[in-house]
């Protein structure tokens, strides 16, 4: 919605309102617009839009979530790094029913741009895995399995980690 760069002057705008506020005695207002310039930092760091194109996803909403993600422009420059690797890991995961070269292409570049959170790390080395066993690439796969069973520290994945093995021994 906004740049990352106007959602800090915003965010520094309305602190000053709020120290302004204090100033002045009138707490309520102050503590009001320190909550207000909350949201704006938290937007930063998470964008808006990426979070509504994650709840598209938990819907199965694969063109809604498309349109949220096709609201962002220009990645590069509207994104911080780690939300630029969230893009690209969800349009990886968009894009993998249908077209495998460019799925990988997109987890490759959201491993290569980073996730802050284990288990979207290990679904997208997961994901490559079971990419590179499609294209008959049995030692990558193997290596891509290993290291989403070290990221996977809940176990979260164990059933689609012990699939995936028993379809590499029949290769």
Same mark, same amino acid.
Do not use: C
């Given at each position: 919605?906004?740049?990352?760069?106007?959602?800090?002057?915003?965010?520094?705008?309305?602190?000053?309102?709020?120290?302004?506020?204090?100033?002045?005695?009138?707490?309520?207002?102050?503590?009001?617009?320190?909550?207000?310039?909350?949201?704006?930092?938290?937007?930063?760091? &998470?964008?808006?839009?990426?979070? *509504?194109?994650?709840?598209?996803?938990?819907?199965? /909403?694969?063109?809604? =979530? #498309?349109?949220? $993600?096709?609201?962002?422009?220009?990645?590069?420059?509207?994104?911080?790094?780690?939300?630029?690797?969230?893009?690209?890991?969800?349009?990886?995961?968009?894009?993998?029913?249908?077209?495998?070269?460019?799925?990988? &292409?997109?987890?490759?570049?959201? *491993?290569?741009?980073?996730?802050?959170?284990?288990? /979207?790390?290990?679904? =997208? #080395?997961?994901? $490559?895995?079971?990419?590179?066993?499609?294209?008959?690439?049995?030692?990558?796969?193997?290596?891509?399995?290993?290291?989403?069973?070290?990221?996977?520290?809940?176990?979260?994945?164990?059933?689609?980690?012990?699939?995936?093995?028993?379809?590499?021994?029949?290769?």
């Amino acid at each position: 919605m906004f740049n990352k760069n106007i959602k800090l002057v915003l965010a520094g705008l309305i602190l000053a309102a709020a120290i302004w506020q204090f100033i002045e005695g009138e707490i309520g207002n102050g503590i009001a617009l320190i909550l207000l310039a909350g949201i704006f930092i938290f937007l930063y760091f &998470k964008n808006e839009m990426i979070l *509504l194109a994650f709840l598209r996803l938990r819907k199965q /909403d694969f063109p809604g =979530a #498309k349109k949220w $993600l096709d609201r962002i422009n220009d990645p590069e420059k509207a994104l911080v790094q780690k939300q630029q690797g969230y893009y690209w890991y969800l349009h990886g995961l968009m894009v993998s029913q249908t077209n495998i070269t460019q799925a990988e &292409k997109f987890f490759k570049r959201a *491993l290569k741009l980073g996730l802050s959170m284990d288990h /979207d790390l290990a679904m =997208a #080395k997961l994901n $490559l895995a079971g990419i590179a066993m499609t294209k008959r690439r049995k030692r990558e796969a193997t290596m891509l399995l290993n290291e989403a069973k070290k990221l996977d520290k809940h176990g979260m994945m164990n059933d689609q980690i012990r699939m995936m093995k028993e379809q590499m021994k029949k290769i």
